[in-house]
C-alpha cells in the first residue's frame, strides 16, 4: 500500500518534533574526585603534619620527630609511608612542627625555624625549647609557640613576646592582606598584628580545636569538638551560631585548599559545597583511617588528608561521562569477565586485587544480561568493534546457560568447571552436566529470566550481525516456547517449578492486589511474551499473551498504581505477607528491565500509551532515589520528565573504586532520617554515590551502613554503571563528549 506524501511528511516531521521534545545532558568536563591511599607500615608515633611543596614533594611529621614521605601508591593500589633519608643531616634536628612557606618546606625543632629551600639561609632559633606550632608571616617573619608562650621573631631576633591571657594556643594563622596572625587557644582567638605587635581578643567561646582564616582573609572559620563556627573578620562578630548540621561534629582539623572549606575529624573528613552540604570523605575508599589530625593542599589538583593510619590524597581530575565509561570498561574487561560473564572479584586481601577470584553468582546470567544491554547500546550508538566483540563473548555464556542443562529451553544459572561444587555457592543447587568437565547451577529465578530476555530483545533489534541477531531470536524463542509448554512455569530439572519462575493466574492471581508480586509478574510475562511475538511472528505468544490480559486480568494488574503496593492484608495467607514485608528493590530492577520489552515491543499503540502510563507512576515512586538506570529507562517512553539532572548526578557521583569498603553514614547529623516505613527509605534525601556503599539496582539505594566489610571483593562496572550511562548514549538523552 503506497502512503500518501501528506502522512510520509506528517512522519517525518513528528519524528523530528518526537526527537526534540526530551532534554539531553551535554557530557562535559566535571571534576572526579578518588582517592590515593597511603598506609602507615611501621610504628613511628603520632601522625602530626603533612605538607606538599611546589615541586610535588610530600613530607609528613611525627610526634617521634622523624619525616616520612609517600611510597608506590596510585589508584587502587595503596603505597605505604617510609622515612624520610633524603636530606639526612637533618636526623640532628629534633623536629616538633613541619609547615610551608612560599610553597616551600620549613621546620621547627626545639631551637629554630629553619629550611633546606633559599640555600638554607633561613634559621631562626626562637628560644623555646618545648615548642610545637608555628607560623610563617611577611618577609620571613614566624610566630612560634610551646601552648603557652608566643614569639614572634625574625633572623633570630625577637619582634614581640607574649602569652593568651588564661589559656593555651592550639594553632595560628597568618592574615596576608591584614599583615596580622591569628591565634586560636581553646576558649578565645586574638590577633597579633605585625607592625603594632597587639595582641587583641576578638571572640571568646569554648572547646575550640582548629582553624583556618578563609574568603580571601575576609572569615575566620573555628573547629570545636562540637561544631564548627564562622567570624567576620571586618565587623569582629561571630556569624549566627555554631554549626553542628555536618556529617560529624568533633572536628580537629580545617584549612581552606584552593577556595574550597575542608574539615577533618574524628569521623573522617568532609569539605563545604556551594550548596551548603558536605562531600564527605570516610571509610577506607577515602581514607586509610577516619580519625583526621591534618589537612593541607596536595600537588596537582589534590588534598591531603592526614589521619593517624596513613594518608589519604583525595585528587581531582577532569573527566567526562565518556571517558568514565572508558575507564569502567577497562576494569571490566581486565578483571570481570569469568567464562564470558560479567562477575565480582572476591576474596581479596583488603582491596588488594591482585589476590582475589572471579566469584560464581546466583545471577550471574542476570548481571551478564545487563552487561550485555550496555555494550549493545554501545555498539549501536557508536559502532565500536569492540563493543561488538564483548556482545559475541557475553552471548557465548548466556546461550550456553540453555545449552548445558538437560531441559529444553530452561537456562542454568551459571556453570563452572567440574569438581568444585563445595567450594561454590549454594553448593546444593548444583548439577553435573552431561560433560564431564562441567556442573551447573539449578533453581533459576524470574529476575534470569527477564533479563535475559531484555538483552536478547535488544540485541535482536540492534544488532546488525545476521548470526547474533538469528541466535538471540532463537533463544527468546527457546526460553518463552518452555514457559508456554509448561503451562506459564519454568520447570527445573527435577520436573518441578522453580521458586519464583511462576507465571500462570493460578500463582499470579493469588496475590492481594496490593501486593507487589501480583503487579509484578504479570507486567514481567506481557514485555517477555510480547518480546517473542515481536521477533518470531508465532501466534501462540501473542494468543498466550492477550488470554492472560483479557481472561486472566494481567492488564488490570500491571497498570495497578504503585502507589497501592503495600502490605498483605490480615487474611492473605504466609506467603503473601512474607513477600509485601517491605519494598523489594529487586522487583524494581526486575520491572524496568522488563519495560524495556514491554514499552518498546507493545502490541499496539494503545497498549503502548498504557504502558507509558505504567512506567512513568513507578519512576514517581522512585524518583527519591535518584537512581540513574531507572531514570534513563523511563526516558525510553519519549517522557520531557524523567530527572535526566539525576541520572547525570548518579553517573557522576559514583566512585571509581568500586571495591566493597565498610561504609557509615547513620551516625551524621546532617541528615534527616524518616521513621520506619514500608518503602525502606531511611533519609529524606538519598546520599551521593560515593558517599555509600557499592550496590546494585537491586539494593536499597537509603541504606546507610555497609558493616564488617575490608574491601574483600570489587564489583563489575557492567551492570552497575556501563548499563545506564551506554543506554543514555543511545537514546540521545546523554550527549557524546563535549571537549
Known amino acids: 500500500m503506497r502512503t500518501p506524501l501528506y502522512s510520509f511528511l506528517f512522519v517525518i516531521f513528528s519524528s523530528v518534533c518526537y526527537a526534540q521534545t526530551q532534554p539531553v545532558y551535554q557530557d562535559k568536563p566535571y571534576w572526579q574526585d578518588y582517592s590515593i591511599k597511603f598506609y602507615a607500615d611501621k610504628p613511628n608515633g ?36 617510609q622515612p624520610d633519608n633524603t636530606y639526612r643531616f637533618m636526623k640532628d634536628k629534633k623536629l616538633t612542627a613541619l609547615g610551608s612557606y612560599q610553597q616551600q618546606f620549613v621546620y621547627l625543632s626545639d631551637q629554630v625555624v629553619f629550611a633546606n629551600a633559599w640555600a638554607g639561609k633561613l634559621f631562626s632559633t626562637h628560644g623555646l625549647p618545648n615548642a610545637k606550632l608555628f607560623q610563617g608571616g611577611a618577609d620571613f617573619t614566624f610566630l612560634v609557640s610551646d601552648g603557652s608562650s608566643l614569639n614572634l621573631l625574625k633572623d633570630s631576633k625577637s619582634l614581640w613576646k607574649g602569652s593568651l591571657p588564661g589559656d593555651e594556643t592550639v594553632a595560628i594563622r597568618y592574615q596576608p592582606g591584614a599583615n596580622q596572625f591569628w591565634v586560636l587557644g581553646k576558649k578565645s582567638l586574638y590577633t597579633l598584628s605585625v607592625s603594632g605587635a597587639k595582641l587583641t581578643k576578638v571572640l571568646d567561646g569554648a572547646g575550640f580545636t582548629a582553624f583556618d582564616v578563609t574568603n580571601q582573609g575576609k572569615k575566620i572559620i573555628v573547629g570545636t569538638n562540637d561544631g564548627y563556627l564562622e567570624f567576620d573578620v571586618a565587623t569582629k562578630k561571630q556569624v549566627g551560631a555554631i554549626r553542628q548540621k555536618l556529617p560529624w561534629t568533633e572536628i580537629t582539623a580545617v584549612a581552606e585548599v584552593d577556595g574550597k572549606l575542608w574539615f577533618g575529624s574524628t569521623k573522617g573528613a568532609f569539605a563545604l559545597r556551594p550548596d551548603g552540604k558536605f562531600d564527605y570523605y570516610n571509610g577506607e575508599r ?6 583526621v589530625t591534618h589537612i593541607s593542599k596536595g600537588p596537582k589538583n589534590s588534598v591531603l588528608i592526614l589521619t593517624k593510619a596513613g594518608l589519604g590524597q583525595i585528587c581531582f581530575k577532569q573527566m567526562t561521562l565518556y571517558d568514565k565509561a572508558v575507564f569502567f570498561d577497562n576494569q571490566v574487561r581486565s578483571r570481570h569477565i569469568r567464562v564470558g560473564f ?21 545471577n550471574d546470567g542476570l548481571w551478564t544480561a545487563m552487561y550485555l544491554g550496555g555494550e549493545i547500546f554501545r555498539y549501536a550508538a557508536t559502532k565500536d568493534p569492540e563493543a561488538l566483540q564483548n556482545c559475541r563473548e557475553s552471548l557465548d555464556a548466556m546461550e550456553r546457560l540453555y545449552t548445558i542443562t538437560p531441559v529444553p529451553g530452561f537456562p542454568a544459572r551459571s556453570f563452572e568447571r567440574s569438581g568444585h561444587m563445595k567450594e561454590l555457592s549454594d553448593s546444593e543447587r548444583w548439577q553435573h552436566a552431561s560433560d564431564k568437565e562441567w556442573d551447573w547451577k539449578s533453581t533459576t529465578s524470574s529476575d534470569e529470566v527477564i533479563g535475559h530476555i531484555f538483552a536478547f530483545g535488544a540485541m535482536a533489534e ?26 506459564m512455569y519454568l520447570i527445573d530439572f527435577d520436573g518441578k517449578p522453580t521458586m519464583w519462575g511462576k507465571w500462570n ?34 501466534e501462540k505468544y501473542k494468543k498466550k499473551l492477550l488470554e492472560l490480559m483479557q481472561k486472566h486480568g494481567y492488564l488490570t494488574n500491571q497498570m495497578r498504581s504503585m502507589n497501592e503496593i503495600g502490605k498483605a492484608p490480615a487474611d492473605a495467607d504466609e506467603h503473601a505477607k512474607h513477600m ?16 524495556w520489552g514491554l514499552y518498546r515491543y507493545a502490541l499496539n499503540d494503545t497498549l503502548k500509551a498504557k504502558y507509558k502510563q505504567q512506567i512513568i507512576d513507578h519512576w514517581q515512586a522512585e524518583r527519591p532515589e535518584k537512581e540513574g538506570a531507572w531514570n534513563i529507562f523511563t526516558a525510553l517512553t519519549g517522557t520531557k520528565e524523567f530527572d535526566l539532572n539525576e541520572a547525570a548526578w548518579y553517573l557522576r557521583e559514583h566512585p571509581l573504586d568500586l571495591i566493597d569498603w565498610s561504609i557509615q553514614n547513620s551516625h551524621r547529623k546532617d541528615i534527616e532520617l524518616l521513621p520506619e516505613n514500608f518503602r525502606r527509605q531511611t533519609t529524606k534525601e538519598v546520599l551521593p554515590p560515593d558517599e555509600r556503599r557499592i550496590q546494585r539496582h537491586n539494593a536499597n539505594m537509603f541504606d546507610l551502613d555497609r558493616k564488617g566489610r575490608s574491601g574483600g571483593s570489587e564489583n563489575s562496572a557492567g551492570d552497575i554503571w556501563l548499563l545506564p550511562y551506554w543506554m543514555g548514549r543511545y537514546l540521545g538523552v546523554i550527549s557524546a563528549p563535549v571537549k
Open 342 to 362: 560479567n562477575s565480582t572479584l572476591d576474596r581479596m586481601e583488603k582491596g588488594n586485587l591482585a589476590t582475589g577470584y572471579l566469584d560464581d553468582s546466583d
Open 286 to 291: 577515602w581514607l586509610p583511617g577516619d580519625e
Open 462 to 487: 540492534l544488532i546488525p550481525d545476521k548470526n547474533l541477531k538469528s541466535r538471540a531470536i532463537t533463544l527468546i524463542d527457546t526460553l518463552m516456547s518452555h514457559i508456554i509448554s509448561h503451562d
Open 580 to 595: 509485601s514485608d517491605g519494598w523489594n528493590h529487586s522487583d524494581d530492577e526486575m520491572y524496568f528491565v522488563g519495560y
Open 505 to 538: 493466574p493460578t500463582y499470579v492471581n493469588s496475590f492481594p492486589t496490593n501486593v507487589g508480586d501480583r503487579k509484578l509478574n504479570s507486567s514481567n510475562i506481557t514485555s517477555m511474551l510480547q518480546t517473542a511475538y515481536h521477533f518470531t511472528k508465532k
Open 46 to 81: 603520632d601522625l602530626l603534619d603533612v605538607q606538599a611543596d611546589r615541586n610535588g614533594a610530600i613530607q609528613i611529621l611525627t610526634s617521634k620527630g622523624d619525616l616520612l614521605h609517600p611510597h608506590d601508591g596510585q589508584f587502587l593500589y595503596p603505597g605505604t609511608l
